[in-house]
């Protein structure tokens, strides 16, 4: 599925606060699983991510903002996107104020 398949099936699962979840992109095709479990038995996807679902039930719109913003982080862990980097790389971790 594409991306905008995958944000609409996410959210008519509509997981709740605490359920695990899988996403992993292969070249543009996109899949989701529930519970934690990614697919058996395939080659190894090109970017995934578990979550710990968040979100506050039944606000939809929230939902994608935090699925977009899940799906930019999983792209940078490939060098696909907007670089993720929390700090600059010239200062120590961890950071102190």
């Known amino acids: 599925m594409d991306r905008e398949q ?13 359920d695990l979840v899988y996403v ?3 070249g543009n095709s ?4 529930g519970g934690g479990e990614g697919p058996a038995g395939q080659e190894p996807a090109d970017t995934w991510i578990y ?3 968040q979100r506050a039930v039944g606000d939809r719109v929230a939902a994608r903002e935090m699925l977009d913003d899940l799906l930019a982080e999983m792209e940078s862990m490939i060098g696909s996107g907007a670089d993720r980097c929390r700090w600059p790389l010239n200062e120590p971790w961890p950071r102190t104020h």
Not at 6 to 18: A, C, E, H, K, M
Not at 30 to 33: F, K, N, R, V
């Open 6 to 18: 995958l944000l609409n099936t996410i959210l008519t699962v509509d997981p709740q606060p605490g």
């Open 30 to 33: 996109y899949a989701y699983h």
């Open 51 to 53: 979550y710990c679902w």
């Open 24 to 26: 992993e992109r292969r």
